[in-house]
Each structure stands twice: as structure tokens, then as C-alpha cells.
């Protein structure tokens, strides 16, 4: 009887932190595809929309000749009209979350398609808070490579 209780108990305060757990997973998915299709489609304000730039963000990108970027964070959500919208696609995927409240660090694969079909491929680190209950990305690693 009592381990009926206590598993009553323990699913009945557990159920509603996983179900938020899911939520707020689904929620980051949405908005890392949102900003991975509005690079490409060149929407700014959709594009700046997924972006909460703090004082300690931070964007390095990794290229695949071992280049390292280090991208001032407002050019993001300020980009010149050329580094953006240029077409193409990317498929996210393998995506692993770390949710402790309102933070959140989320490491997924990257497959990009440019306009003319030449395929990139990176390893993402997204670091995100949630401001005013959306998330919102504020920092990021991208180390792109070149598969053997």
C-alpha cells in the first residue's frame, strides 16, 4: 500500500516538470529551426526575433580549414545584406537539451544545403535563456567539418 502511495505521490509531482521538460524542448526545436530558415531566407526581423543579445554573448564559428570566427553578436540581428538570404536549406538533427529553468544549452547537427545543392556540415552549441517566457538564443558555437 505504501508503494502505491508513494509511486501516486511521485508520478503526480513528476508528470507536470516532464511534461514542461518537453514543452520547453519542443519550444527550443521550433526556434533553432526558425533561426536556422530565416538565415537563409533572409527575413531580419524574424531572424533578429530569435536572438536576445546580453553583454556576454558570444558567436565563434569553427571553420572547416580550422579558421576560428569570433562574430560580433550584433551582426546577427544586424547582418549585412549580403551574408544573408543568400536561398539554400539546413537540416538540423541529433539534437541532445540541457534545461534548468531559464537556461538552456542545446548541441544538434547541421546538414546545409545552399541554392546550388553544395552540402556543409557542422556540430552546433546553442546556449538560449528564456526572456519573458520565449526563448531566445544568446550565444553559440559552430564548428563546421568536412565528412570523411
Given at each position: 500500500m505504501i508503494k502505491i502511495i508513494l509511486f501516486s505521490f511521485i508520478t503526480t509531482w513528476m508528470h507536470p516538470l516532464y511534461q514542461q521538460q518537453v514543452n520547453d524542448s519542443t519550444a527550443i526545436k521550433q526556434l533553432l529551426e526558425k533561426e536556422s530558415a530565416t538565415w537563409r531566407s533572409g527575413d531580419v526581423k524574424a531572424h533578429a526575433d530569435c536572438w536576445y543579445i546580453q553583454p556576454y554573448s558570444k558567436i565563434l564559428v569553427s571553420t572547416a580549414e580550422g579558421v576560428t570566427i569570433d562574430v560580433i553578436p550584433s551582426s546577427i540581428i544586424n547582418p549585412s545584406p549580403t551574408v544573408m538570404g543568400n536561398g539554400g536549406y539546413a537540416i538540423n538533427s541529433n539534437y541532445k537539451f540541457s534545461i534548468n529553468g531559464n537556461n538552456a544549452?542545446?548541441?544538434?547537427?547541421?546538414?546545409?544545403?545552399?541554392?546550388?545543392?553544395?552540402?556543409?556540415?557542422?556540430?552546433?552549441?546553442?546556449?538560449?535563456?528564456?526572456?519573458?517566457?520565449?526563448?531566445?538564443?544568446?550565444?553559440?558555437s559552430i564548428h563546421m567539418y568536412t565528412p570523411k
Open positions: 544549452w542545446v548541441s544538434h547537427n547541421e546538414e546545409s544545403t545552399d541554392k546550388n545543392g553544395n552540402k556543409k556540415f557542422s556540430y552546433e552549441i546553442r546556449i538560449l535563456e528564456k526572456i519573458n517566457g520565449q526563448w531566445k538564443l544568446v550565444a553559440q
